[in-house]
């Protein structure tokens, strides 16, 4: 094994678990927010979600380095814990659109509630 191909793989270890970490953080914050809104805190369900956004947006900038590096032609090896790491990143991506869908049907809920405690 030459050196360059240790420091690639190096690399390529390094980008898959950016990934997994960047992507398990948003979905920690997405589903803490969904929490919050659970508890009408939608202040700090809003807060959660951005935090969840910006990690996510971490995730995709880890993973847009090593699709430019495809793209310059240095080859990348196909493994398993990289296959792992894009289905954590786009399972992460589809809970956070179904959590922000929550969020808005608990403020509704608790609008709805709110009022009927009002009469």
Do not use: P
């Amino acid at each position: 094994m030459t050196t360059a191909t240790v420091d690639i793989n190096e690399d390529l270890e390094r980008i898959v678990f950016s990934i997994v970490s960047y992507s398990g953080e948003a979905k920690g914050y997405a589903y803490e927010g969904l929490r919050l809104s659970e508890d009408g805190d939608f202040d700090g369900a809003l807060s959660m979600m951005e935090k969840c956004n910006e990690s996510v947006l971490k995730a995709h900038e880890v993973q847009t380095e090593l699709i430019r590096k495809e793209i310059c032609g240095e080859k990348m090896t196909v493994s398993m814990i990289m296959v792992h790491a894009q289905d954590h990143l786009m399972t992460t991506l589809s809970e956070r659109e179904l959590i922000q869908k929550m969020i808005k049907q608990n403020r509704r809920l608790y609008a709805l509630e709110q009022a009927l405690l009002k009469k």
